[in-house]
């Protein structure tokens, strides 16, 4: 037997298994893109009300700021920096005010269709999509969840002087309800800041169904 002929069962096998590597890469990608779908789990127009909690660490693991969001939808939140004034938005207008309960002084509000602006972007992250994994079944913290990373980031926004963003996620999808309830996010990178940042967020979901967010009265 030659040496060819000795190598060649080695290298059938080394193909096969290239083979077998690249078509599970290219089902997870698959999988990952179909999160961000309309009505997927990373739509968050999709997201049943629910309040969230968001830890931002530094480089060291110092927790630096906490955020804490009510949202009833996406057009229709309650937000700000934990200890600060919170920011009432609903469609289009903006009010400001100390706490969640107001009171709530109008301020200048946001400009064109929210919902598509929210739609082009998720559109965006789904187009550009690199670095995937798909970890399956995960434990954390006692619970179960589906869990998948990836990277990705806008398209540069020319209306706004070509403006981009992205990180480096890793979220844990509840599998019975497929509602996201953990996200984490790093790596970050933007227009403004291109060199990724050792910031990392760490955003808690909890639903409620019964939230609503309604306009000052």
Same mark, same amino acid.
């Given at each position: 037997?030659?040496?060819?002929?000795?190598?060649?069962?080695?290298? %059938?096998?080394?193909? *096969?298994?290239?083979? &077998?590597?690249?078509?599970? %890469?290219?089902?997870?990608?698959?999988?990952?893109?179909?999160?961000? +779908? =309309?009505?997927? @789990?990373?739509? &968050?127009?999709?997201?049943?009300?629910? =309040?969230?909690?968001?830890?931002?660490?530094?480089?060291?693991?110092?927790?630096?700021? !906490?955020?804490?969001?009510?949202?009833?939808? @996406?057009?229709?939140?309650?937000?700000?920096?934990?200890?600060?004034?919170?920011?009432?938005?609903? +469609?289009?207008?903006?009010?400001?005010?100390?706490?969640?309960?107001?009171?709530?002084?109008?301020?200048?509000?946001?400009?064109?269709?929210? $919902? %598509?602006?929210?739609?082009? +972007?998720?559109?965006?992250?789904?187009?550009?999509?690199?670095?995937?994994?798909?970890?399956?079944? *995960?434990?954390?913290?006692?619970?179960?969840?589906?869990?998948?990373?990836?990277?990705?980031?806008?398209?540069?926004?020319? =209306?706004?002087?070509?403006?981009?963003?992205?990180?480096?996620?890793?979220?844990? !999808?509840?599998?019975?309800?497929?509602?996201?309830?953990?996200?984490?996010?790093?790596?970050?990178?933007?227009?403004?800041?291109?060199?990724?940042?050792? =910031?990392?967020?760490?955003?808690?979901?909890?639903?409620?169904?019964?939230?609503?967010?309604? $306009?000052?009265?």
């Amino acid at each position: 037997m030659n040496r060819v002929s000795k190598l060649f069962p080695l290298l %059938a096998t080394s193909i *096969v298994i290239s083979a &077998a590597d690249r078509a599970t %890469a290219s089902d997870c990608l698959a999988e990952v893109r179909a999160l961000w +779908d =309309e009505g997927a @789990p990373l739509d &968050a127009f999709q997201r049943p009300p629910h =309040e969230n909690t968001n830890t931002v660490r530094d480089a060291n693991g110092t927790v630096t700021e !906490i955020y804490d969001s009510i949202i009833e939808t @996406p057009l229709r939140t309650i937000a700000g920096i934990r200890g600060t004034h919170m920011t009432l938005a609903i +469609d289009n207008d903006v009010w400001t005010g100390p706490g969640v309960n107001g009171p709530w002084t109008p301020q200048q509000g946001f400009t064109g269709d929210r $919902r %598509a602006q929210y739609n082009a +972007d998720r559109l965006q992250r789904q187009a550009n999509l690199t670095d995937v994994a798909c970890h399956g079944t *995960v434990d954390v913290e006692g619970a179960s969840y589906l869990s998948y990373s990836f990277t990705t980031k806008s398209n540069p926004d020319e =209306e706004m002087g070509g403006l981009w963003y992205g990180s480096s996620d890793t979220v844990y !999808i509840d599998p019975g309800t497929r509602q996201v309830m953990i996200w984490e996010m790093g790596n970050f990178v933007s227009s403004w800041a291109p060199a990724p940042t050792g =910031e990392h967020h760490r955003v808690v979901f909890t639903y409620d169904p019964s939230i609503k967010i309604l $306009r000052p009265g």
